[in-house]
């Protein structure tokens, strides 16, 4: 053996030895806290060796955030695909809570990103096909909102697509439905530009067994065809399971060790997991994200909703894809080196507020309103209530008309994502209301259908009806039992006086609203109201925290009072992980 080879066998075995002697690492879950469902990751050598995620946001706009990330736990906001009403105009007039944006797959091809999706009308049948708008987004740029295009609409009766790019050219988008032999998963190609289906859809897998089969997702991996689907509904059973071809149109053949990946039957503070993907990262090695509530098997308190965990995955050639359990604080392969240095016009997830709302600014674009806003409801410092963000009143309050409707005349809301088990959140207002019912002031808010609201209103005095004074109101809707409505009439020390209003979570199964007046010395407050999260436990998304302005039904005209809102303030306490 010559000596070259001699060496060039000792480098190889050095190599060899510093990579399996590579530390594993550690982190924490979850990596997207708050309402971040449905995740859909990818990772791009090709850009700067990132990790791209895109998320569900049903009613929420601006919708379909896009958080990129350099080294799998630093994630940074850098927009959103579904940021101008023109693009999406029919999620002004979705009719039911859960309603809008499920379930995006995000994928790259051609340098270009796709991003598919669903708009759903959740108070008509399944087999309506106006429930279901299945659409496409493009961009050549997710770092510039304004390149996502308007939506391509394809037929579907169905939700939850994807898409896979064949060998033979041909583009394959899957879906899920409740198809006449029950449900299952479905395929046909398309034609991306103009959402035409090149034939009819085939049925390709009914799942094990479990119920709702969706989600899907193919991998071509070592000669198989690759379907993996989540199943028992987004509940505890909540698991996800994998069958694989030799042709991308079956017949697929199910893991022999199925579920892949739950937590059902576990004390895990983590449930409800399932709705997956995978992907790779720079060094090959397989991670995937699934979404998880931190609700324990109890499955009562859960405020947060829906959020995104991160588990490291084994799949060797030939084999099926082993997941690592979910749980708080995880280890696995080596992670890239820590990165917060990612461009991109959001926050990282983890991040707290600090808004002063200056001259020239913007909303923020974390900011989040429930359906489409009217804009002109929304002013960032206007002249003569400088570092203020002004909320002219809507008709409808934050319950609206039946609790899953508001239509084109929308309400007067914007929020932020809870993202932190334990938070404060607070912000100073001014608001001077003329007539009956007029009210502002913050809210935690899940849905139309589950909120409890701390504000001023005026209503008829106590002591003389003919009079009506300022009053501080707690309510809240849910469909479990929620505190009884308290009223105060607002101190008269505070009237006319620019007033904090703050939430805070005070321990892990309460929230407190309070009151009182801005900038005093002592910092005192008025608590009105304690609220259980189990109030926000329900559903697909999860709590916004934000301001509101309202005038409960009455007419709104240009003299209704508008609220001006400053020093937005949101300070993380703690996360809860297990």
């Given at each position: 053996m010559s000596a070259r080879t001699v060496l060039a066998s000792l480098a190889v075995s050095l190599l060899f030895l510093s990579i399996s002697a590579a530390p594993n690492s550690t982190f924490e879950n979850p990596i997207l806290p708050g309402f971040y469902p449905d995740p859909s990751c990818i990772f791009l050598k090709d850009w700067d060796n990132t990790f791209f995620c895109a998320s569900s946001s049903f009613n929420a706009f601006p919708g379909i955030p896009i958080h990129t990330s350099k080294d799998l736990r630093n994630w940074k906001l850098i927009g959103n695909v579904l940021n101008r009403p023109e693009?999406?105009?029919q999620l002004a007039i979705t009719n039911g809570s859960t309603s809008g944006i499920w379930a995006p797959t995000i994928r790259y091809h051609d340098e270009t990103f796709y991003l598919i999706t669903t708009l759903v009308q959740d108070k008509k049948p399944d087999d309506d096909p106006t429930r279901w708008d299945n659409i496409i987004f493009k961009s050549k740029n997710p770092y510039d909102p304004l390149s996502w295009s308007n939506a391509v609409h394809?037929?579907?009766?169905?939700?939850?697509?994807?898409?896979?790019?064949?060998?033979?050219?041909?583009?394959?988008?899957?879906?899920?439905?409740?198809?006449?032999?029950?449900?299952?998963?479905?395929?046909?190609?398309?034609?991306?530009?103009?959402?035409?289906?090149?034939?009819?859809?085939?049925?390709?897998?009914?799942?094990?067994?479990?119920?709702?089969?969706?989600?899907?997702?193919?991998?071509?991996?070592?000669?198989?065809?690759?379907?993996m689907v989540a199943e028992g509904g987004t509940g505890l059973d909540h698991m996800e399971t994998i069958a694989r071809s030799k042709d991308i149109d079956g017949p697929y053949e199910p893991c022999p060790f199925n579920p892949i990946l739950t937590n059902a039957n576990t004390t895990s503070l983590f449930q409800t997991v399932g709705h997956a993907e995978l992907f790779q990262d720079a060094s090959n090695n397989w991670w995937g994200v699934a979404l998880s509530t931190r609700s324990g098997p109890s499955y009562l308190n859960y405020p947060m909703g829906r959020e995104t965990v991160l588990a490291p995955v084994t799949w060797k050639a030939g084999e099926w894809p082993v997941w690592t359990q979910i749980s708080g604080k995880m280890s696995g392969w080596p992670m890239p080196q820590q990165n917060r240095n990612i461009r991109g016009i959001g926050p990282y997830v983890d991040d707290g507020d600090n808004i002063q709302f200056t001259p020239g600014?913007?909303?923020?674009?974390?900011?989040?309103?429930?359906?489409?806003?009217?804009?002109?409801?929304?002013?960032?410092?206007?002249?003569?209530?400088?570092?203020?963000?002004?909320?002219?009143?809507?008709?409808?309050?934050?319950?609206?008309?039946?609790?899953?409707?508001?239509?084109?005349?929308?309400?007067?809301?914007?929020?932020?994502?809870?993202?932190h088990s334990l938070f404060t959140y607070s912000v100073n207002m001014e608001f001077q209301p003329k007539l009956e019912e007029e009210e502002a002031g913050v809210s935690?808010?899940?849905?139309?259908?589950?909120?409890?609201?701390?504000?001023?209103?005026?209503?008829?005095?106590?002591?003389?009806?003919?009079?009506?004074?300022?009053?501080?109101?707690?309510?809240?809707?849910?469909y479990v039992p929620v505190p009884a409505t308290v009223l105060v009439p607002v101190p008269s020390a505070w009237l006319n006086k620019k007033l904090t209003m703050e939430i805070?979570?005070?321990?892990?199964?309460?929230?407190?609203?309070?009151?009182?007046?801005?900038?005093?010395?002592?910092?005192?407050?008025?608590?009105?109201?304690?609220?259980?999260?189990?109030?926000?436990?329900?559903?697909?998304?999860?709590?916004?925290?934000?301001?509101?302005?309202?005038?409960?039904?009455?007419?709104?005209?240009?003299?209704?009072?508008?609220?001006?809102?400053?020093?937005?303030?949101?300070?993380?306490?703690?996360?809860?992980?297990?």
């Amino acid at each position: 053996m010559s000596a070259r080879t001699v060496l060039a066998s000792l480098a190889v075995s050095l190599l060899f030895l510093s990579i399996s002697a590579a530390p594993n690492s550690t982190f924490e879950n979850p990596i997207l806290p708050g309402f971040y469902p449905d995740p859909s990751c990818i990772f791009l050598k090709d850009w700067d060796n990132t990790f791209f995620c895109a998320s569900s946001s049903f009613n929420a706009f601006p919708g379909i955030p896009i958080h990129t990330s350099k080294d799998l736990r630093n994630w940074k906001l850098i927009g959103n695909v579904l940021n101008r009403p023109e693009q999406l105009p029919q999620l002004a007039i979705t009719n039911g809570s859960t309603s809008g944006i499920w379930a995006p797959t995000i994928r790259y091809h051609d340098e270009t990103f796709y991003l598919i999706t669903t708009l759903v009308q959740d108070k008509k049948p399944d087999d309506d096909p106006t429930r279901w708008d299945n659409i496409i987004f493009k961009s050549k740029n997710p770092y510039d909102p304004l390149s996502w295009s308007n939506a391509v609409h394809f037929e579907h009766v169905g939700y939850d697509p994807s898409l896979f790019w064949h060998q033979d050219g041909k583009v394959y988008v899957t879906g899920a439905h409740a198809w006449k032999v029950g449900p299952g998963i479905v395929q046909t190609t398309i034609n991306l530009d103009t959402g035409a289906l090149d034939s009819p859809w085939t049925f390709i897998w009914n799942g094990t067994g479990g119920l709702a089969p969706e989600g899907p997702r193919i991998y071509l991996k070592d000669g198989y065809y690759y379907l993996m689907v989540a199943e028992g509904g987004t509940g505890l059973d909540h698991m996800e399971t994998i069958a694989r071809s030799k042709d991308i149109d079956g017949p697929y053949e199910p893991c022999p060790f199925n579920p892949i990946l739950t937590n059902a039957n576990t004390t895990s503070l983590f449930q409800t997991v399932g709705h997956a993907e995978l992907f790779q990262d720079a060094s090959n090695n397989w991670w995937g994200v699934a979404l998880s509530t931190r609700s324990g098997p109890s499955y009562l308190n859960y405020p947060m909703g829906r959020e995104t965990v991160l588990a490291p995955v084994t799949w060797k050639a030939g084999e099926w894809p082993v997941w690592t359990q979910i749980s708080g604080k995880m280890s696995g392969w080596p992670m890239p080196q820590q990165n917060r240095n990612i461009r991109g016009i959001g926050p990282y997830v983890d991040d707290g507020d600090n808004i002063q709302f200056t001259p020239g600014s913007g909303i923020p674009s974390h900011f989040l309103y429930w359906r489409l806003p009217i804009e002109s409801s929304y002013k960032v410092s206007p002249a003569q209530h400088p570092n203020t963000l002004r909320l002219k009143p809507s008709r409808l309050n934050l319950t609206a008309l039946d609790g899953n409707f508001a239509g084109a005349e929308g309400q007067t809301f914007i929020g932020r994502r809870q993202s932190h088990s334990l938070f404060t959140y607070s912000v100073n207002m001014e608001f001077q209301p003329k007539l009956e019912e007029e009210e502002a002031g913050v809210s935690f808010f899940l849905t139309q259908n589950h909120h409890a609201d701390l504000g001023v209103v005026l209503l008829p005095s106590s002591s003389n009806n003919s009079s009506l004074v300022p009053h501080l109101r707690f309510r809240a809707v849910s469909y479990v039992p929620v505190p009884a409505t308290v009223l105060v009439p607002v101190p008269s020390a505070w009237l006319n006086k620019k007033l904090t209003m703050e939430i805070k979570a005070v321990n892990v199964t309460h929230y407190s609203m309070s009151a009182g007046l801005a900038n005093a010395r002592n910092g005192e407050k008025m608590t009105i109201a304690y609220a259980p999260g189990e109030i926000l436990s329900w559903g697909f998304t999860g709590t916004l925290l934000g301001v509101f302005a309202t005038t409960n039904g009455g007419k709104v005209t240009d003299s209704s009072a508008p609220a001006y809102f400053s020093n937005w303030l949101y300070t993380d306490l703690m996360q809860i992980r297990a």
